[in-house]
């Protein structure tokens, strides 16, 4: 059995930064907390497929925030870090005090974004939101 490497997101910072602007295949592993209602807190756990390291000229348009570094997917955004993803695929599920939320939880209280028809849709994941990565063949953990 393969043993998963842990990285620091210092580390996972510059694996993207010698990514630069070659397209590499990879899956982002995310979680983030979108709600709180009343005390029930909200964690959006999440898969990201896609190309990481997508040349801009492959995005439509400038950005709308944040500013790209030369030669690199990263943004950087109001002192936070961002990997810019051309996405392919995602699949996300709702965890509430350790268990999966039913579909009907989550109607109640998450309003979800409708997601465009567009087949080119950029993502911008913020790195603090990162928990792992699958890249080149490789699955990394990252620490806090």
């Known amino acids: 059995m393969k043993t998963l490497r842990q990285i620091t997101k210092a580390q996972l910072e510059r694996m ?3 990514v630069g602007n070659h397209v ?3 899956t982002l592993f995310t979680t983030t907390h979108p ?10 756990v999440g898969t990201i497929n896609g190309a990481i390291g997508a040349h801009k000229s492959e995005v ?3 950005r709308a925030w944040g500013e790209r570094r030369p030669g690199t997917p990263l943004v950087d955004h109001k002192g936070k870090v961002y990997v ?5 695929s995602r ?3 709702y965890v509430s005090g350790g268990r999966d939320m039913t579909p009907a ?3 109640a209280i998450v309003r979800e974004r409708p997601m465009s028809d567009d087949a080119q849709l950029v993502r911008d994941v913020n790195l603090d939101n990162i928990n792992g990565i699958k890249i080149d063949g490789e699955t990394y ?3 806090k």
Do not use: A, H, Q
Request: charged content about 35%; glycine content about 10%; overall charge negative.
């Open 16 to 18: 993207f930064e010698e």
């Open 24 to 26: 590499t295949m990879g």
């Open 35 to 44: 709600k709180t209602v009343g005390k029930i807190e909200v964690d959006k």
């Open 60 to 62: 439509k348009g400038p």
């Open 84 to 88: 810019e993803m051309l996405m392919n």
């Open 91 to 93: 699949s996300y599920r």
């Open 105 to 107: 939880e989550v109607e």
């Open 141 to 143: 953990l990252v620490s």
